[in-house]
């Protein structure tokens, strides 16, 4: 039981500020400021052996934090220390400079000024004034979403202590080191303060634990410091992460990093670096965008894009989806591009198939097919358009009062929501910007992390003026008789049936396959594909010379987009994501 004395803020000298930055996650979050000092605050009943000192919220600051509690869903108490007085040695070794910090309950505050001496047990965050050396730190704990509102806050320690400032301020748990002042903040359980590692078993007492119609999870945003990666891909550093054991893998050097939780298989656990050379100057989990919660009123499907990185796709659990048939993604490196993941194969072809019919298929192109038409024939088991290709696609369909499907419509509702086509007040469509590429989860793991590749390659294509010019200076100077093979085998290969008079979408595809897996297995990718029966057959003398080549055409070509894209984004051939399991 803690020994405690209670001070109240004082009417007159309490101030609700105006809204402003707050310091825990140092992002974009705003907090309601209470104006307190060690030396303003009125000290009440305070008893001698009383190693806390408690403080309890007005009515009117009671208002204000459910006002804010209400407004945002989560909150967190965070308070700025600091102790005038160095802590020796001999001082910490008898454990003078420990500190407790918790939160009280309306329990906790008696009705007169007679008070207890001793408070309930509470969960508190334990850290330590020897480790600052007189210099500020700010600690946080995170309100429970369950449980009634805290009606002020305490602070056990034998030493001598300055509270600084007190703030209420979204809901976040992690460190952040960004600021002047180091920030330390925890769940509703507490914890100890270890400064090695992150503790987010919390987690669910502040947010949601699941995605879904209703819900979000939060997302992790975090910063390495330390050396900076090299240049050579080859030696490049791959930071590395460990969130209760699974790993992920960082290539990528931006300013901030964000990871849904709803991507990871135990993200409420602890996190630990596995870096030596770069430490985590910030991890924080906050809450997620709420614009993601926007559904079709009618059927409650997913109309805006959570934006990650697409190796994170690969591996996300359908039980972390915030519909049924699909979860809808946006590429964080390069706006505007849309990733789907579908169900299954069946509700990818209810979207999509007739679009590939209509966009790419030798035979089939710029007609709209009826459902009738296309029963028996297979389209594609990953998709990408760009945003011509599904205006032109939408708006014949307007022109010609051509009878869409369900799912079809909801695609024009998505892409119209994220600007990709703009629908006319006449009815008519024009595109916008960006693209769409898909994949769906029938496909084993192995072919999904293929498929995103390939697709995703598209994306890039669809969206860069440079990369399409460095693609066309490839296409036109490589060995002209390895091309012959693999615009034949575009034709021939039954699940393709590519438009080969089609020059951008040629040049689409021919970077495409170069890129979509690593350069070590190019060579014996494209021998396997020229020793089969249909090459073979409709083929023959152009998949004879890439065997008795070895496929050195498409492996020179495919070595200089390697070396572009990796100079450009620091992507690799078989890699265009910058996170990985």
């Known amino acids: 039981m803690l020994k405690w004395s209670v001070c109240i803020f004082c009417s007159a000298l309490v101030v609700i500020l105006p809204l402003t930055a707050a310091v825990c996650n140092g992002f974009i979050k705003k907090s309601v400021v209470f104006s307190v000092s060690d030396i303003n605050v009125s000290k009440i009943a305070e008893k001698k052996c009383s190693s806390s000192r408690c403080y309890v919220f007005s009515d009117q600051q009671k208002k204000a934090v459910a006002s804010f509690f209400d407004k945002n869903g989560d909150a967190a108490l965070l308070v700025q220390l600091k102790s005038p007085k160095k802590i020796t040695p001999e001082m910490a070794s008898a454990r003078y400079g420990e500190l407790s910090f918790g939160l009280l309950t309306d329990d906790d505050i008696p ?31 995170c309100f429970d979403k369950d449980k009634p509102l805290p009606a002020g806050f305490f602070v056990s320690t034998r030493a001598k202590c300055v509270i600084e400032s007190v703030q209420v301020i979204r809901g976040c748990i992690g460190h952040n080191f960004s600021g002047d002042v180091p920030v330390y903040a925890f769940g509703p359980n507490g914890g100890v303060n270890d400064k090695r590692q992150d503790d987010f078993s919390g987690a669910s007492m502040v947010f949601s634990s699941v995605n879904s119609n209703n819900g979000l999870m939060p997302v992790f945003q975090l910063k390495f410091s ?35 939780s709803a991507a990871l298989k135990n993200p409420f656990s602890v996190l630990t670096s596995l870096n030596q050379q770069s430490a985590l100057q910030t991890v924080m989990l906050v809450s997620s965008d709420p614009s993601l919660l926007k559904f079709s009123s009618e059927s409650k499907n997913v109309l805006s894009p ?29 706006p505007g591009v849309l990733i789907f993941d579908f169900s299954t194969y069946a509700v990818q072809d209810d979207f999509l198939k007739r679009m590939a019919f209509f966009v790419e298929k030798k035979g089939y192109k710029g007609t709209l097919w009826s459902d009738e038409d296309l029963a028996e024939i297979h389209a594609y088991n990953a998709h990408d358009y760009r945003a011509e290709s599904l205006a032109e696609f939408f708006d014949r369909a307007e022109k010609e009062n051509f009878p869409l499907n369900s799912r079809e419509r909801l695609l024009k509702r998505i892409l119209a929501e994220n600007g990709i086509i703009v629908v006319n007040q006449d009815g008519s469509v024009v595109a916008g910007r960006g693209a769409i590429i898909s994949i769906s989860q029938e496909s084993p793991v192995y072919l999904r992390s293929t498929f995103i590749a390939h697709e995703g390659w598209h994306g890039i294509f669809f969206s860069d003026d440079d990369f399409r010019n460095a ?32 020059d951008y979408l040629m040049k689409n595809e021919f970077m495409a396959y170069m890129l979509q897996r690593p350069l070590r297995s190019i060579c014996k990718y494209y021998v396997d594909a020229a020793l089969r029966n249909y090459s073979q057959i409709y083929a023959k003398n152009e998949a004879d010379y890439i065997i008795q080549t070895n496929a050195q055409g498409f492996e020179s070509a495919a070595i200089l987009l390697d070396q572009y894209v990796y100079d450009r984004w620091k992507l690799n051939a078989g890699r265009v994501w910058m996170l990985s399991r």
């Not at 408070?119 to 730190?137: E, G, I, N, Q, T």
């Not at 972390?320 to 390069?334: C, K, M, V």
């Not at 012959?484 to 590519?498: D, G, H, I, M």
Request: glycine content about 4%.
């Open 226 to 260: 330390g050396e900076e990666a090299s240049e050579d891909s080859d030696t490049a550093e791959v930071k590395k992460i460990a969130f209760g054991g699974e790993v992920i893998s960082i290539r990528d050097d931006s300013s901030m990093i964000e990871i849904p």
């Open 471 to 502: 693609v066309s200076s490839i296409y036109y100077t490589m060995d002209q008789k390895s091309l012959a093979y693999l615009r034949k085998y575009f034709q021939v290969t039954p699940s393709l049936n590519y438009d080969v008079d089609d």
């Open 306 to 334: 959570i934006k990650c990185d697409p190796g994170l796709i690969i591996g996300w659990s359908r039980n972390n989806w915030r519909g049924n048939d699909y979860e809808l993604f946006e590429w964080d490196r390069f």
């Open 111 to 141: 009705l007169s000024k007679s008070f207890a001496e001793s408070l309930p047990s509470h969960p508190v965050v334990k850290d330590s004034f020897s480790s600052y050396d007189r210099a500020p730190f700010a600690l946080a704990i």
